[in-house]
T-cell receptor, first 115, second 114 residues
């Protein structure tokens, strides 16, 4: 158990719909990262938040948005869903010790199926 | 972050050591070598990391060559549960307490055979 909690674990919806994925980081971790993993593209970094502010952005579509709340949990909003958005969505949080690069701890993911 | 090259797949007999190589010839001085693994459809799991020196923890050992251009992850006594995709990632140090994201490549599919 990494300590990172993601809900829901599974989600089935239709094209054109909107969904929200939720992530609770490990206690005390300030950074939250979102990743997408589809069958043909591997693990793709979407976005990072640090203490409520966007810190880095990867290959995140304009139809997707995220935020990190004052209690440090994060939500990833996916709108106008397309079949190609079907994927596993992982959240991670990180701890940094001193000058090291920091480990990321991943949740078990949310599996989104768009029909 | 520096690019890494790993073999696509490897097999290992159960109970034997699994040695997973990684090339990172363009690594710079402030970049760390990280290893993660992903067991089928589960979240990636941190294994070990290092900068210059060899490292060992309860899961594995990391051997980094003196020129830092390659490394080897060693699982000393592989079990069937070690079957997974193993990712070697090179990454710069954190900035202002915020760790950089990990950039995953294709990794090495390790299959531990009974």
């Amino acid at each position: 158990d990494s300590g990172v909690t993601q809900t829901p674990k599974h989600l089935i919806t239709a094209t054109g719909q909107r969904v929200t994925l939720r992530c609770s980081p490990r206690s005390g971790d300030l950074s939250v990262y979102w990743y997408q993993q589809s069958l043909d593209q591997g693990l793709q970094f979407l976005i990072q938040y640090y203490n409520g502010e966007e810190r880095a952005k990867g290959n995140i579509l304009e139809r997707f948005s995220a935020q990190q709340f004052p209690d440090l949990h994060s939500e990833l909003n996916l709108s106008s869903l397309e079949l190609g958005d079907s994927a596993l969505y992982f959240c991670a949080s990180s701890v940094v010790r001193g000058r090291e690069a920091g480990e990321l701890f991943f949740g078990e993911g949310s599996r989104l199926t768009v029909l | 972050d520096a690019k890494t090259t790993q073999p696509t797949s490897m097999d290992c007999a159960e109970g034997r050591a699994a040695n997973l190589p990684c090339n990172h010839s363009t690594i710079s001085g402030n970049e760390y070598v990280y290893w993660y693994r992903q067991i089928h459809s589960q979240g990636p799991q941190y294994i070990i990391h290092g900068l210059k020196n060899n490292e060992t923890n309860e899961m594995a050992s990391l051997i980094i060559t003196e020129d830092r251009k390659s490394s080897t992850l060693i699982l000393p006594h592989a079990t069937l549960r070690d079957t997974a995709v193993y990712y070697c990632i090179v990454r710069v140090a954190a900035v202002f307490g915020s760790a950089r994201q990990l950039t995953f490549g294709s990794g090495t599919q390790l299959t531990v055979l009974p």
